[in-house]
């Protein structure tokens, strides 16, 4: 924190919501010059916020009515629908932003409600962890009302990159679901690896080397797949067919099983490759299960 930082306010923000990151969020916004007003449902958790200098709202109305931008920070859909639609009156006029995690038709939902209200509302996901509020390598994505998210674009540059995605309200909550499925999937295939290892007393750090090893080189390889998806090149020496993958993960699932491992998290990447096979597609980039994954088709 710079002294230029501290020296004036900047506008005041409400937060609704004092758990790990919503208090993050506060200390950051507090920290780069902004007036804080702070709204939890345990409200014990407010005071250290009131030590470091922001203030106190005993309701979530009284918090609407003193913030420019009001910013929910809580648990899940439920609880910020139930703690926004009774305060649609003190919100007009200011710029709604919801950090809180939902899906990308729950996003849509408040939006419209929001619409209904004549209410500036920004949706919002945060690629980081509380400790990484602020600091580089923080990314926060925001989609629908593009003019609210020019009104509080500054205060919430404060917290990490903010990259505005379109004015549907769900895009930036599908892209944050998009990643944390990749992430998932990378993580569990780093257990899958563990699982197997430890069979042996291969300690799960050795593993860890190993793979993230491993991992760092192929990583690029998703790029190839992505110029493959859209139709852009298909490098043969990059090339594995169905007929090729999917007797190597059939060996994998084999593995797992001889040291006593579940393959549960295996097996639907080969069920997919045996309905390619089936289907006369043995010869074909096995990164096609892609064409499987649409279920309204
Ligand atoms: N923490 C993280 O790493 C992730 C990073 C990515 C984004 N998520 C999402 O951020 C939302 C808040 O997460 P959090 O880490 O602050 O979560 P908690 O520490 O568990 O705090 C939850 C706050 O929500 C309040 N709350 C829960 N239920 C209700 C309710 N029915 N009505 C009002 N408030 C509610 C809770 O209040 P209290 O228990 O202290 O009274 C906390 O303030 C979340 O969507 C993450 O997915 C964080």
Redesign the pocket.
């Known amino acids: 924190m710079t002294a230029k930082e501290t020296a004036m306010s900047k506008g005041t923000i409400s937060i609704l ?6 208090s993050a969020i506060v200390d950051r916004l507090r920290e780069s010059g902004y007036d804080t007003v702070v709204w ?3 409200a014990a ?1 407010a005071e250290p916020h009131v030590k470091a200098g922001s203030e106190h709202a005993a309701t979530v109305a009284e918090a609407a009515r003193a913030g420019d931008i009001v910013i929910a ?4 859909h439920a ?1 910020v629908r ?2 926004l639609e009774p305060v649609a009156t003190e919100l007009k006029g200011k710029v709604v932003v919801n ?3 939902t899906t990308p038709n729950e996003s849509r939902a408040t939006a419209a409600w929001a619409a209904e209200h004549g209410l500036s509302y920004l949706d919002g996901a ?1 690629m ?3 400790p990484m509020i602020g600091r580089p390598g923080s990314s926060l994505l925001y989609s629908g009302d593009e003019n609210a998210f020019a009104i509080a674009k500054l205060a919430l540059e404060t917290l990490g990159t903010a990259d505005f995605e379109g004015a549907d309200a769900g895009l930036a909550s599908l892209k944050d679901m998009a990643l944390l499925s990749a992430m998932y999937q990378m993580f569990t295939g780093f257990l899958q690896a563990a699982a197997m290892m430890r069979t042996v007393g291969v300690a799960a750090g050795r593993t860890a080397e190993d793979v993230i090893a491993w991992l760092s080189e192929l990583i690029p390889h998703v790029g190839h797949f992505a110029a493959v998806i859209d139709g852009e090149d298909d490098d043969p020496a990059l090339r594995q067919d169905v007929a090729f993958t999917r007797p190597a993960i059939a060996s994998l699932i084999t593995a797992a099983r001889e040291q006593g491992v579940s393959s549960d998290f295996l097996e639907p990447l080969k069920k997919h490759l045996d309905e390619l096979a089936a289907t006369g597609r043995g010869d074909a980039n096995w990164i096609s299960v892609i064409d499987q994954f649409p279920i309204n088709e």
């Open positions: 919501g004092l758990g790990a990151m919503g939890n449902r345990t958790k920070v809580l648990l899940d609880s139930e703690h950090l809180t995690t945060i980081a962890t509380p």
